[in-house]
């Protein structure tokens, strides 16, 4: 069973910091990964999305890269700002059509 | 605006309740989900539709139950639920079922008293 685990859980940093999220999946057989960002109270909205054959994407001041064979995918975000707080979830499509979720970083950008 | 959209956005119910979750995509996507997150548990998949045709339960209680109409609208009916059914309920689409980006909407946040 795919299991998919986020580090750290939780993340604090002052604003303009370049910062790396991590998560990382137990069956490397996956179709793709996806960086959501959830906000309080409302649904997710997706940042990137790798397919397995991709080694990275860029959107912005967000570059998410996949490493399949080790299991690990990294979302880096460049000069953070505080609209950036938010809680940031990677999520792997593997055999099944629905995603494999980890539980998240909520990271917060102090101003 | 993600083209999802989830009613009602807050429901409280008794355990002896019936209700129903709606969610309509306005994308024009074939394959729609349900996921369940709650407090402290990864988002957790529920149910998946293609084409109207249910491809996928996992797992879930008889007590929910779906409903896929058309390619346009997804129900997730409820009934005798149980305190620990509380959670955000939400819905996705994408445009099929394989490789492709998930479109989620705002979710429905359930209270079971």
């Known amino acids: 069973k795919q299991e998919v685990t986020q580090i750290p859980a939780a993340l604090s940093v002052p604003e303009g910091e370049n910062l790396v999220l991590n998560c990382s999946f137990t069956?490397?057989?996956?179709?793709?990964l996806q960086w959501f960002r959830q906000d309080p109270g409302k649904g997710l909205t997706s940042l990137l999305l790798i397919q397995s054959s991709q080694r990275e994407q860029t959107s912005g001041r967000l570059n998410a890269s996949l490493d399949k064979s080790s299991g690990r995918s990294t979302l880096y975000i460049a000069a953070s700002q505080p609209g950036d707080s938010a809680t940031y979830l990677c999520?792997?499509?593997?055999?099944?059509?629905?995603?494999?979720f980890g539980k998240g970083t909520h990271l917060i950008i102090q101003p | 605006e993600t083209g999802v959209t989830q009613t009602p956005r807050h429901l409280v119910m008794g355990m002896t309740n019936k209700k129903s979750l709606k969610c309509e995509q306005h994308?024009?996507?074939?394959?729609m989900y349900w996921y369940k997150q709650s407090a402290k548990k990864p988002l957790e998949l529920m149910f998946v539709y293609s084409l109207e045709e249910r491809v996928e339960n996992n797992s879930v209680p008889s007590r929910f139950s779906p409903e896929c109409p058309n390619s346009s609208h997804l129900f997730l009916h409820l009934h005798t639920l149980q305190p620990e059914d509380s959670a955000l309920y939400l819905c996705?689409?994408?445009?099929?079922?394989?490789?492709?980006?998930?479109?989620f909407g705002p979710g429905t946040r359930l209270l079971v008293l």
């Open positions: 069956d490397s057989a996956i179709y793709n």
């Open positions: 994308l024009g996507h074939n394959a």
């Open positions: 996705a689409s994408s445009q099929n079922r394989a490789q492709e980006t998930q479109y």
């Open positions: 999520a792997v499509r593997g055999g099944a059509d629905g995603l494999t």
